[in-house]
């Protein structure tokens, strides 16, 4: 008699327990998302702060790692919600089956039109070469793989930067492509896993210029009061990212994504973007953008391939890179 009713007073204290947890809700994003002077920890306080729940940002590496990881999990991930995608992803991560929809109506700051049910967008940016105030300027692709400027770029089969610069030589030269890529392969001194680890090198001097976006300048601009860093502007227009983040459809707390994705398109959100993840909000606040933002390069044209043509391409521009960095 004594072992039943330890036995049901242990269950109607775990039961007790279980009624008393605080829900959890854990994002999949990019290493620098989550950094201590990344967007995380500001939009994790700024969350917690209403949602009575334990918010937890896990960090896999730059934005293609993160479908890659989430693939590799399928059905068994840990992710309630992806961020950090882009839509050079997402037909990929749509086509996987693991995505629900986001059900978020928000009017968009965005400089092209959005629709999608599944894939609700964040912030928004051009990709360019960063360099410093007064350096050699190349304005093309082409004119910069004529010199002898040392760049360092993101790798795409794990960057999300890597990748758009394969689609932006990809929507500039088509066919021509892989020349250009054969004609800028000696002026890469290295290819990084990230963005984290390309910018570190860059700023470190190991290189003229990096892949990032032409926001990059505003960070030393606003946070370090430095004006000698610039994006070059490029004639042939620049290939935009437009980041976004999805709910996995076998989420254990679809409520609370929900709350989450509604959350991301909320002031209290977006405010925090432009100084910590260094990017265009998805949808600008009553304030504005920042002091700083208007001194930024913006591109005489934007490039962007669909969703669907960008997953078309791919394979093509990614074996294309890989022989001319293989010579």
């Known amino acids: ?195 984290s680890e390309a910018y570190g090198l860059f700023l470190e001097g190991e290189a003229d210029l990096v892949l990032s976006y032409t926001t990059s300048p505003a960070y030393h601009l606003i946070a370090e009061e430095d004006a000698g860093y610039v994006a070059l502007p490029f004639d042939e227009g620049h290939y935009l990212q437009v980041e976004v983040a999805g709910i996995v459809a076998g989420t254990e707390v679809p409520d609370l994504a929900a709350d989450f994705m509604a959350f991301m398109v909320s002031d209290a959100f977006q405010s925090v973007i432009p100084t910590t993840n260094w990017m265009y909000p998805a949808v600008v606040g009553p304030e504005g953008l920042p002091a700083g933002f208007d001194t930024l390069v913006t591109p005489a044209q934007s490039l962007l391939f669909s969703a669907p043509e960008a997953a078309a391409i791919r394979d093509e521009a990614l074996a294309e890179w890989r022989a001319a960095l293989s010579q």
């Open 1 to 195: 008699m004594r072992n039943h009713l330890i036995s049901v007073a242990g269950l109607c204290l775990v039961a007790s327990g279980a009624l008393g947890e605080t829900p959890v809700l854990t994002v999949y994003t990019y290493d620098s998302f989550v950094s201590e002077w990344g967007p995380g920890p500001a939009i994790e306080a700024a969350f917690e702060a209403q949602c009575g729940c334990d918010l937890r940002f896990v960090g896999h590496g730059d934005g293609a790692a993160l479908l890659a990881r989430v693939l590799l999990e399928g059905a068994r991930t840990e992710a309630d919600i992806v961020l950090g995608l882009d839509t050079n992803l997402t037909d990929a991560a749509r086509a996987t089956g693991l995505f629900a929809p986001h059900g978020v109506t928000a009017a968009l700051d965005l400089p092209i039109a959005w629709e999608d049910a599944e894939f609700l967008p964040y912030d928004w940016g051009w990709f360019a070469f960063v360099g410093r105030a007064g350096g050699e300027a190349p304005a093309s692709l082409a004119a910069l793989a004529a010199t002898d400027l040392k760049i360092v770029i993101q790798d795409p089969r794990s960057s999300t930067p890597g990748l758009g610069l394969l689609m932006w030589v990809k929507a500039t030269y088509g066919q021509g492509a892989g020349a250009l890529w054969a004609a800028l392969a000696d002026n890469i001194v290295t290819v990084t896993p990230g963005w």
